[in-house]
């Protein structure tokens, strides 16, 4: 059996800083400035070269979101995840790539990524004797998530074919995101015409015939050795001043906002309501999807406070 056993998404407030790390490597790679980028997600510059801990949960998706707006390419997951260089991922790669069969492999995948984030999963939500059917869950909403859902369905789809030597060949392929105006990336990708755009969930159904298919990077011994460490491998709380960081971005993303408007529909409301010099902790709080309190607290813990983050903004935005 493929399912995980967890029941649902744990909202944690956390995401590996391995995922954040992979866009910011992937963003490079297009010729965007990685740091720039981690910065306007609200990620220090540091992320490039960690190789553990982990990132605010708002963060992960909010790369994405950034990453897809800077190339103009909305399905920029595809490519992200086709041009991926094992390792990337760190022992999420090595445990797909040495389980036996493809099946095993997307089973490893999804018991460490619930290990990897709290506000994600890939797992199985239905499964005959012909087929089984993953989607990927997520306690996260926006522009973002739905790219980070592509971007996973596209990293298991290219894995896959790696490991097996095939062209394995999703049945279909449902997704959140709206119907872009260009579909053809994705059905050539996918190697299918039934991709749905305007689901209620992101899916992803495959052959078991394809499941079952013995992979030529399989290595019993060091699966074994993979599934051990990641069997106690833990999330830690992203670090006090990470929080700082996200909260300097949200205040700088209002005079971004500001200066292009229009170039955020999701916070659009937001944008046209509040400004830097109106805006309030309840404001990003809500933004941020965290209490006031639990914001107030995050920000002693690293030694400062809101009214100190405000005003550092706003005389940000005077120079």
């Known amino acids: ?15 590996s800083v391995l995922l954040a790390r992979f866009v910011l490597t992937r963003a490079r790679a297009a010729g965007l400035d990685a740091v720039d980028l981690a910065r306007s997600a609200g990620i220090g510059p540091g992320a490039m070269e960690e190789t553990s801990g982990s990132v605010p949960g708002q963060c992960y998706p909010r790369l ?13 997951g595809l490519r992200a995840a086709e041009r991926h260089g094992m390792g990337e991922l760190g022992m999420m790669d090595y445990l797909l790539a040495t389980a036996p069969t493809v099946g095993e492999g997307f089973r490893a995948v ?4 619930s290990r990897l984030s709290g506000n994600r ?32 369905f596209a990293f298991l789809t290219a894995r896959a074919r790696q490991a097996a030597r095939a062209r394995i060949t999703p049945v ?10 260009r579909q053809a990336p994705y059905r050539e990708f996918f190697g299918t015409a039934a991709v749905d755009f305007g689901a209620e969930t992101d899916t992803f159904t495959v052959l078991r015939h394809d499941l079952d298919r013995p992979q030529h990077s399989a290595d019993p011994r060091l699966a074994a050795v993979l599934r051990r460490g990641a069997a106690v491998a833990t999330l830690s709380s992203p670090p006090a001043r990470a929080w700082v960081d996200l909260l300097a971005a949200e205040l700088d993303s209002l005079r971004d906002r500001a200066q292009t408007p229009g170039s955020d529909p999701d916070g659009a409301d937001f944008r046209a309501a509040v400004t830097l010099e109106t805006v309030s902790l309840d404001d990003i709080a809500r933004r941020l999807g965290a209490s006031p309190r639990a914001v107030q607290r995050r920000l002693a813990a690293a030694g400062t406070s809101w009214t100190r983050e405000l005003a550092s903004a706003r005389r940000r935005t005077a120079c």
């Not at 999804?110 to 990524?113: H, V």
């Not at 999963?121 to 980070?148: K, L």
Request: overall charge negative.
């Open 64 to 76: 994405w979101e950034l990453f897809e707006r800077r190339v103009d390419m909305p399905h920029v």
């Open 172 to 181: 279909a392929v449902t997704l959140r995101e709206r119907p872009p105006r």
């Open 110 to 113: 999804g018991e460490f990524g």
């Open 121 to 152: 999963r890939v797992a199985v939500i239905a499964e005959n004797d012909r087929q089984v059917t993953f989607a990927a869950e997520t306690a996260a909403q926006g522009r973002g998530s739905e790219v980070a859902a592509q971007a996973s």
């Open 1 to 15: 059996m493929l399912h995980n056993p967890s029941g649902g998404v744990r909202v944690t407030g956390a995401d």
